[in-house]
């Protein structure tokens, strides 16, 4: 009777064991699934402009030698900005559906407020929103990122007649397809850092951004996305 208490006692033992250890084991493997989401949160919301613009540079360098992170991607983050949003960067980009800002610059839910359109170019309610991602959530930095071979902006250099309301957009990039005509060399490639350049010109207008430049609590630049290699270059 006594060897069949201790008996039970063991295996009722390494039943608790068991069960600890495997519930263990299943937070680990939780913990494990995105390592980078809590410090890259929390990092990201004390960046100056400066540094604003290395994570960005940083992620992208991840991005196009294929070593991503893919940070804040998580059931944590997911929860953490469900009541609200901080995001350290605002992105104005082209529509084209192969240049997705937050795989591009390998970020996450939460890091990148994008403004999207073709041409990336800067209408009154795109600049709108980028006052919006500055001034009220605070990004340090907005970064026009024009792209290789972009539809809209070869369809401006082409200069036909086009249905609906794409002439819109096209106009938008006319003056920079004007000034660029005499350039020697790839025009679709020069059109486009133009356009990048002029758009940036546009947001700049804005007074709101202005001032946060002034103050110090913005910078903008230009960025050239490469199709073919995924990286991109600082070209203003």
């Known amino acids: ?24 084991g299943l937070v680990a493997t939780k913990l494990e699934i995105h390592p980078f989401d809590v410090p890259a949160a929390s990092a990201k919301r004390t960046l100056t402009p400066d540094l604003a613009i290395a994570e960005l540079l940083q992620g992208n360098q991840r991005f196009s030698t294929h070593k991503m992170k893919q940070p804040n991607r998580g059931a944590f983050r997911l929860r953490e900005i469900a009541s609200g949003q901080k995001p350290f960067a605002s ?44 001034l009220v959530l605070g990004t340090k930095v907005i970064i026009v990122l024009g792209h290789e071979r972009c539809g809209a902006v070869q369809a401006a250099i082409e200069n036909k007649p086009v249905p609906g309301k794409i002439g819109s957009i096209l106009d938008r990039i006319q003056p920079v397809v004007i000034a660029s005509r005499n350039q020697t060399g790839d025009l679709l490639k020069a059109t486009t850092i133009a356009n990048i350049k002029n758009q940036i010109s546009i947001v700049k207008s804005s007074p709101v951004i202005t001032d946060l430049i002034k103050n110090g609590n913005l910078k903008i630049i230009g960025g050239f996305y490469d199709l073919d290699t995924g990286i991109v270059t600082q070209v203003a």
């Open 1 to 24: 009777m006594k060897r069949k208490i201790i008996n039970y006692m063991s295996r009722r033992n390494l039943f608790k064991f068991g069960a600890t250890a495997v519930g263990a």
């Open 91 to 134: 992105i104005l980009g082209c529509s084209d559906s192969r240049v997705p800002a937050e795989m591009v610059f390998d970020q996450g839910l939460g890091d990148l407020f994008v403004v999207r359109v073709a041409g990336n170019v800067a209408t009154p309610e795109q600049i709108g929103s980028l006052e919006y991602g500055t």
